[in-house]
């Protein structure tokens, strides 16, 4: 449908939203389908420099001076972005912690775009705001089961959230809180207690990659003061948990909190068949959780769940235009508390749907699935002459690493995969050398494809 000149290029909400974004769907879908045709594989072939040149020479002049229409536009950029994309989607794309998107949960994504609430008040938001409510509520009493008033903030993710735990536990104790962390855990801590003002965190050597509890306790015994500990079930490189009911003894000793970092691991709460992995995330003083990993979610998917939703009272914040004392007192919710973002996205939306979409079991279904693929992976290079399988997976990471090969090798190894396009790895140090890493996030898929990508491994180690 061709408008008039001058009219108003057409919202994607109100009466007419649907029919305004139906067309536009269409070129989408297409542009993403030939662009993944185009690019064939988990990442474009030719490294930095060719993309950026492709890229540049698709898009031409960012801004010109006359538009190109909306389905031009679509075309050309979706088209451009999918043939040049990293594709979680893509077996043998899995270096890091980027899971591939359920469709239910895209789809919903796409009418909270269209929709556009924003939780920062309620009359920007009803319904949003409700759902958000129902959601982390319900998720947050999964973690806690026994406690009576558990709560959940949604963040961005588990940065986001780690920094509001260590908000929390220093509006708690004061400024003189000191964070303990191993050295295993995720670069959000120290980062976190730096951007808070807090003094530098302390961390603890972690030679096994967990932390160790007798070190813990030496480090609580020379400490003075207020103290949070912060344990990861999940760490970013391998894939550990800590011993978290150990660590939580001890800081029921020495009188300090803590906070667990479970952005990757904790949603195996969810699974019978795994929970026991991360038994213990009830003792935490606050929890970090992403759904965006083994919750199969569009960026962004995090929470922060507490034990009391009394714990986030020092999150409260006033600001007339969006929540004015007397507004609240008359029964209009309050949403400024819910982060320290003002404009947020209802990135419950999509979770909510996912949830009921799957149910509990079809969930635990996913999560069980993708760490069979895990153990499977590490199996075939455990008993592969070629390969050297650093341990068995805890999650669904899996390092390894040619075996007659030096670092400079290794990491030479994976760079090619990559300019190749022919596959995605991760890298870590452990045990004083350089390993593959393979984060395994794809429901969908199987054993022939793991099959596929050792001997494309053992290909590439033959050159």
Known sequence: MTEPPGTPPPLAGGLHGAEALRPLLDTVLDALHTGAQERGGPIPAGGPDALAARVQAALGDVLPEKGHGDHEALRTLVHTLAAGAADPADPLCAAHLHCPPLAVAAAADLAASALNPSLDSWDQAPAAATIEALLT??????????????????????????????????????????????????????????????????????????????????????????????????????????????????????????HIDAAYGGLLALSPRHRTTVDGLARAHSLTVDLHKLGWQPVAAGLLAVPDTALLAPLAHQADYLNATDDTEAGLPDLLGRSLRTTRRPDALKIATTLRSLGRDGLARLID????????????????????????????????????????????????????????????????????????LNPHATARDLDTLVTLLEGSTHR
């Open 137 to 258: 509520r319900t998720l947050a009493a999964e973690f806690y089961p026994d406690a009576p008033h558990p709560d959940a903030l949604v963040t961005t993710g588990g940065t986001e959230a780690n920094q509001l735990a260590l908000l929390l536990a220093r509006e708690r104790h004061g400024p003189g809180l000191t964070v303990l962390h191993g050295a295993n855990a995720h670069h959000s801590i120290p980062r976190s207690a730096w951007l808070l003002g807090l003094p530098p965190a302390r961390a603890l050597p972690t030679p096994t990659g967990t932390l160790d509890p007798a070190t813990l306790a030496e480090a609580l015994a020379a400490t003075p003061g207020p103290v949070l500990v912060t344990a990861t079930a999940g760490t970013t490189d391998a894939g550990l948990i800590d011993p978290l009911h150990r660590i939580a003894d001890l800081c029921d000793r020495y009188g300090a909190d803590l």
């Open 369 to 440: 699935h993708t760490c069979a693929l895990a153990q499977h992976l590490a199996r075939l290079l455990d008993t592969h002459p070629r390969f050297t399988l650093h341990s068995p997976p805890t999650l669904t990471t899996v390092l390894f690493r040619p075996t007659h090969a030096d670092d400079t090798q290794v990491a030479t190894l994976r760079r090619t995969l990559l300019h190749e396009g022919r596959a995605v790895l991760g890298r870590t140090h452990a045990d004083g050398r350089l390993w593959l890493k393979a984060t395994l």
